[in-house]
């Protein structure tokens, strides 16, 4: 890209009253947790197509992961799901993640592939399969601080196929008993993140279905219980952004899963299917952190954004590059947005002129200004075309076929 169209993209900016050097200085705080299941052959319910070069361990996921972060710049921590990142000495993970420059980010635990939770995990009849259960939440909170890291990501499969197959209200009782169990576990400085989905694998009824019922377990727990939005995990249809600004008003909103999703799965690639979604969403986030609360200005700043993607046609590591470079894509384009400008539209009653105001932002190319940024922060001006070039990929070929799966 050469000089002359990221000067003429400044000077358009400039002209509409937006200062690419704050802009940078945005794009330059942006990071992306990626998930270390989302390295490995992984996702789907009917068939995971084995690549040749996956992980084999824990360490070689994190080694991939360090490879997405320095081609990209972006993606500084990597999310953990136990058991698959299952290791005898948590330390030696931690330091061999900081060896790289990256950080173990949020811990997952998995309370969903072993035989005893098929009618449920913590929601379950039997008090012997709940108390295996939390004690798995409460084990996962003794590696967070092995790691060192911050936040207790939980989803539960949990739900019912048929009506009459499960007391939903003894469930939600379980269920908060459970959560509370780990809420008391946390250090102070750690953060319980509360998922929400409403299908799969339960098809009757979820137990934790929707973001109201995950902001309700929150509220009720305390301020280190937040709601953790997976973009994947809604009707179609659903105003995403909106419950955005919701919970970040009710300063509830603790992270993203980004993702895509078509009709019911929600492991495409992130921007993919609806990046004007994604773009609306950081608007949201972007509007809030100009706010004169400094309570909301925190709640923004705290926002872990993470992706939850599992790719099984695509190779992992550029499936992942592409992921996090579209996410920083709409990010700039939000950050190109007049904020002053929709604000005097809506006085106004300008209905079209408010939308105008948001949807140009969207419209810009901001080709020349990630080019340029990356440029300045000695990154790849092209990440993905960097990785096709250079020898990684070939290079982990070696590690043959059969590497982790889920
Ligand atoms: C469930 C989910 C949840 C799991 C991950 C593998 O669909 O989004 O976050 O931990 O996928
Ligand atoms: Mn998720
Ligand atoms: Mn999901």
């Not at 990221?6 to 802009?23: K, M, P, T």
């Not at 953990?80 to 811990?107: F, N, T």
């Not at 920083?328 to 929709?342: G, P």
């Not at 002129?353 to 001006?381: I, K, N, S, W």
Request: aromatic content about 10%; some cysteine; overall charge negative.
């Amino acid at each position: 890209m050469s000089d002359r169209a990221y000067s003429l993209f400044e000077e358009q900016q400039r002209a509409r009253g937006i200062d690419l050097s704050q802009v940078k200085e945005q794009l330059k705080a942006f990071q992306i947790e990626t998930p270390s299941w989302g390295y490995g052959d992984s996702g789907t319910r009917f068939k995971v197509f084995q690549k040749t070069g996956v992980p084999r361990t824990p360490y070689e996921k994190l080694d991939d992961a360090a490879e997405v972060h320095r081609l990209t710049g972006l993606c500084p921590s990597v999310a953990i799901h136990i058991p698959w990142d299952k290791v005898d000495d948590y330390g030696k993970l931690r330091s061999h993640a900081e060896s790289q420059g990256l950080k173990i980010g949020a811990v997952n635990p998995n309370l969903f592939q072993d035989d005893d939770y098929m009618l449920g995990s913590v929601t379950n009849t039997d008090p012997a399969i709940r108390r295996k259960a939390t004690d798995h939440l409460i084990e996962c909170v003794d590696i967070a601080k092995e790691t060192g890291s911050r936040d207790i990501s939980l989803w539960f499969a949990d739900g019912t196929n048929y009506p009459g197959q499960g007391d939903i209200r003894k469930r939600k009782a379980w269920l908060h008993e459970a959560l509370s169990e780990l809420y008391k576990a946390l250090t102070p400085d750690m953060r319980m993140l509360i998922e929400y989905k409403f299908f799969e694998p339960a098809f009757y009824h979820t137990d934790l279905a929707d973001w109201g019922m995950a902001y309700n377990y929150a509220r009720k727990l305390g301020p280190q219980a937040e709601v953790l939005v997976d973009t994947g995990h809604h009707a179609p249809g659903t105003n995403v952004e909106h419950i955005v600004a919701y919970l970040i008003d009710e300063g509830k909103l603790g992270g993203f899963h980004f993702n895509s999703r078509k009709y019911a799965d929600d492991d495409l690639i992130v921007g993919t299917t609806n990046p004007y979604e994604l773009f609306l969403i950081f608007y949201q986030i972007l509007s809030a952190a100009r706010d004169d609360d400094a309570a909301i200005r925190s709640t923004v700043s705290n926002i872990a954004y993470m992706i939850d993607q599992s790719h099984n046609i695509e190779q992992k590591i550029p499936a992942m590059i592409r992921s996090v470079l579209n996410a920083q894509t709409q990010f700039a384009k939000a950050l190109l947005i007049n904020h002053e400008e929709i604000a005097e539209a809506q006085e106004k009653h300008d209905v079209l002129g408010a939308e105008d105001a948001v949807r140009r932002a969207f419209e810009f190319d901001v080709t020349p200004l990630l080019h340029a940024f990356r440029e300045e922060q000695g990154l790849p001006v092209n990440p993905m075309k960097a990785y096709l070039s250079s020898s990684y990929g070939k290079d982990i070929l070696a590690r043959g076929k059969g590497g982790a799966s889920w």
